[in-house]
């Protein structure tokens, strides 16, 4: 009688076994995760005002990174200049809320069309000067015809051009867990301030949890005024930062300051070579890459 396929002398023929291998970086840099350093702190707006993100301690449904569970503000440009963004749950709220800001004494308009950001939908409403700090101090209000509370933002500003700007090359000492948090923000805003005005700011994860020295930063601009006080952002970053004293076990902070070379990415910007990094040509005539290219064939390098 014949064997059956799956048999060859009496040994069964399992299907073949694929073993799905991560290389070191994937361990290490896989699944970033996103941890904001200035969430809980107060925010500085496009406009010189001082605004604050939510934290993750409300039960409701802010909108949530999507590298992490951490809450994101809406980094949305107003149609107009100090406007307002309340996130949207019910289109039935606008009388209540007309009623709570006593009507047009401090409810002054209501755009026509809704804002969307991480897929969420934002009303931007203009209110009177009092109401508009009113709600600069206070990021929720509750509406007494809806259970939820309503959470509001300040837009940015029209002319604000917004830049996500991933950072490698970090301190190592920016995720230690006491003091770590404080010195990103102060560094950040040290570093990065001189190229617009600091939004939100921190560092990445990888989906084990470690770091590798790799952050974040959110920027705006005016991108249209002639006299910007705001540099250009370039590929490599002069970054200084106190190091952590190593000579005593204290771990406090060294006496005195130090640089690192830093690299910055973002939407848009200007090519470069992925390989030495350099900004006058593409990876692909990289002289450097070439010189330590080797020829499986021949085994000669330059080719």
């Given amino acids: 009688?014949?064997?059956?396929?799956?048999?060859?002398?009496?040994?069964?023929?399992?299907?073949?076994?694929?073993?799905?291998?991560?290389?070191?970086?994937?361990?290490?840099?896989?699944?970033?995760?996103?941890?904001?350093?200035?969430?809980?702190?107060?925010?500085?707006?496009?406009?010189?005002?001082?605004?604050?993100?939510?934290?993750?301690?409300?039960p409701t449904t802010p909108p949530l990174d999507h590298f992490s569970s951490t809450l994101v503000r809406p980094f949305i440009k107003g149609t107009v200049d100090h406007s307002l963004l309340?996130?949207?749950?019910?289109?039935?709220?606008?009388?209540?809320?007309?009623?709570?800001?006593?009507?047009?004494?401090?409810?002054?308009?209501?755009?026509?069309?809704?804002?969307?950001?991480?897929?969420?939908?934002?009303?931007?409403?203009?209110v009177s000067p009092s109401k508009y700090h009113y709600f600069l101090n206070n990021s929720t209000f509750s509406l007494s015809s809806f259970t939820d509370t309503f959470r509001i933002y300040s837009s940015l500003s029209p002319n604000a051009e917004i830049m996500k700007i991933s950072l490698t090359?970090?301190?190592?000492?920016?995720?230690?867990?006491?003091?770590?948090?404080?010195q990103v923000t102060r560094d950040m805003t040290t570093n990065m301030s001189r190229f617009g005005t600091l939004l939100d700011c921190g560092f990445v994860t990888g989906a084990s949890g470690v770091y590798s020295g790799n952050g974040y930063a959110v920027l705006s601009t005016d991108n249209t005024s002639p006299t910007s006080p705001f540099n250009s952002i370039s590929h490599r970053l002069h970054w200084t930062y106190t190091p952590i004293d190593y000579s005593k076990e204290t771990g406090n902070y060294s006496d005195s300051s130090t640089a690192v070379n830093m690299l910055a990415t973002w939407a848009q910007m200007p090519s470069y070579c992925r390989y030495c990094h350099a900004l006058d040509h593409s990876m692909n005539h990289c002289q450097l890459r070439l010189k330590n290219m080797r020829c499986n064939l021949c085994n000669v390098t330059g080719h």
Avoid at 19 to 32: E, F, I, L, P, R
Avoid at 87 to 103: M, N, P, Q, V, Y
Avoid at 175 to 182: A, D, K, S, W, Y
């Fill in 1 to 58: 009688m014949a064997s059956s396929a799956n048999t060859q002398k009496g040994t069964f023929q399992g299907p073949p076994t694929h073993h799905n291998k991560k290389s070191w970086a994937q361990t290490v840099s896989g699944g970033a995760k996103k941890t904001s350093s200035i969430s809980r702190t107060p925010n500085p707006l496009p406009n010189g005002e001082s605004g604050t993100l939510t934290t993750s301690a409300d």
């Fill in 86 to 126: 309340i996130d949207e749950k019910k289109k039935t709220f606008l009388s209540a809320f007309r009623e709570f800001c006593g009507g047009q004494a401090h409810l002054w308009s209501v755009r026509e069309h809704f804002r969307r950001d991480y897929n969420r939908c934002y009303a931007e409403v203009v």
């Fill in 169 to 182: 090359g970090l301190p190592d000492q920016y995720v230690r867990l006491f003091g770590g948090t404080e």
